[in-house]
């Protein structure tokens, strides 16, 4: 990918710190450099620090690395120290993790304690605390509370609560070419010092109060989870009666009210935020005893992608168990090497009890994957992977395995079937190569019925 690299730079450089070297915290970092600003991002994590001071980054992120290497040496220092962060800065990005709990709340520990170490240390300068971190709406103003209770003479630090929209794989194009800025605050004075920050972006920029900022976050992710679980009900229906859903959605898509991104059928979404944010949201909107139904539906509709894709190969292998099949993509999807509540992750669960023999495929992700299914077999290569496969199912679209070679794939398989999760693969190419093709939300042509009977 090419990484877009802002050429706008401040006039008026700050210091910034930046809590927690995550996804977030990282691009941030990396990103208020590139605008020119002195920036120290600090975490908790000493190893962590000590690689990124080498330029070793814990994850992969296009664009990224080549941003911390550029302004290491200058405007951009990592520590895991508070003080170093928080002693001199303008302005402190929170940006630690939010995990989930078992009960689907967000665990909001780690955003507290660093709350806390930020207001313990902060210096005579008094920084404004931004809170980036993803945390159900009211965190803000919990933050404002444990300020309050940590302040000296001084008074409580001000709080600005600014949720970020930064994919993976985009991250630094989506912070240096942004949508939208939205800020919340109460004290206006604070919000726009932290507006000049991204004025150089040339963006639109959303002053609300604090409240409002945190609820755009959580409602847009749940939205575009809302558009990808559209679209695979959609699928379904498309599948019984024969229609094809890749084209329903490019004629909903060139309705401009509809849009086209995210009606992509498939085996659902995945990933850190949009499984983790509308659980999160669909708690917090039961806490306050609403009903967010349609929140839960998104959320089952989602699982049942992955279980609708094992039961329709199960028919069509006549069973799973003893089989061989080797699922193509282990990262949520593609750019990333991250599998958090990555499909692929749920096919190879439901193919283990199944009793099938899974071989997992990924170019960047094979490590993480071992390491929670240490009895799998893993590769990097795609024709390894599929050698005496009964099947192979694409779970994440990489551009190596839309590519495939279909003749060299068919040489290598046991049995020629496909199921393509993504519908990245084109079904009449895959049949003329003599593969069973199983795709999402597309009609069963005739050609294919009668291969069937060949399995
Ligand atoms: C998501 C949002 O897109 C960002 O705007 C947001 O800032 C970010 O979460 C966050 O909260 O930090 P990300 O998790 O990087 O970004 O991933 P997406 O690009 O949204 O993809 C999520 C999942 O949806 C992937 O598994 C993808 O394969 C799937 N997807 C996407 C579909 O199944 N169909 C589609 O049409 C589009």
Excluded at 17 to 36: D, K, P, R, S, Y
Aim: glycine share 8%.
């Amino acid at each position: 990918m090419a990484t877009a690299i802002s050429s706008a730079q401040t006039k008026n450089p700050k210091r910034i710190g930046v809590i927690g070297a995550g996804h977030v915290g990282l691009v941030t970092a990396a990103c208020f450099a590139e605008l020119g600003h002195r920036v120290a991002c600090m975490d908790i994590d000493v190893e962590r620090v000590h690689e990124l001071g080498k330029g070793n980054l814990p994850f992969y992120e296009p664009g990224l690395q080549e941003l911390v290497l550029k302004h290491a040496s200058d405007r951009l220092v990592f520590t895991s120290d508070y003080r170093e962060a928080v002693g001199q800065a303008d302005f402190v990005f929170l940006a630690v993790a939010t995990p989930t709990t078992a009960l689907g709340s967000a665990d909001l520990r780690h955003v507290r304690s660093a709350a806390r170490a930020v207001a313990r240390v902060a210096g005579g300068k008094r920084p404004i605390l931004v809170s980036k971190s993803t945390a159900p709406v009211g965190i803000t103003e919990t933050l404002a509370s444990v300020l309050l209770a940590e302040s000296n003479g001084d008074g409580p630090l001000r709080v600005v609560a600014n949720p970020e929209f930064l994919r993976e794989g985009t991250a630094i194009r989506d912070f240096l070419e942004p949508d939208r800025v939205v800020l919340g605050a109460d004290d206006l004075a604070a919000r726009d010092a932290v507006g000049a920050l991204y004025e150089p972006l040339d963006c639109p920029i959303l002053y609300t109060d604090i409240k409002t900022a945190e609820m755009v976050k959580y409602a847009s992710n749940a939205f575009l989870a809302t558009k990808i679980s559209f679209i695979n009900e959609i699928a379904e229906v498309c599948e019984k009666v024969g229609a094809d859903v890749r084209g329903v959605a490019r004629g909903m898509g060139l309705d401009p009210r509809i849009g086209s991104d995210f009606l992509s059928a498939g085996i659902g979404f995945g990933g850190s935020c949009l499984p983790k944010d509308v659980r999160a949201l669909s708690y917090l909107a039961a806490v306050y005893g609403s009903h967010p139904q349609l929140l839960n539906t998104v959320l089952q509709i989602n699982e049942e992608q992955r279980r609708r894709l094992v039961t329709r190969l199960r028919n069509l292998l006549g069973g799973l168990r003893g089989t061989r099949i080797a699922v193509l993509g282990l990262a949520f999807k593609p750019g990333t090497d991250d599998i958090r509540d990555a499909p692929a992750l749920d096919l190879i669960r439901l193919l283990e009890y199944e009793e099938a023999d899974v071989r997992a495929c990924d170019p960047f992700a094979i490590g993480a994957t071992q390491a929670h299914f240490p009895d799998i077999s893993c590769e990097s290569d795609p024709y390894l992977a599929a050698t005496d496969c009964d099947a192979v199912i694409l779970a994440t679209e990489w551009p190596e395995f839309r590519d495939i070679d279909f003749d060299r794939l068919r040489a290598v398989m046991r049995r020629p079937v496909l199921a393509d999760g993504r519908n990245a693969w084109d079904p009449e190419e895959a049949r003329r190569h003599g593969f069973v093709y199983l795709g999402m939300g597309l009609p069963e042509d005739a050609s294919q019925r009668q291969q069937r009977v060949l399995v």
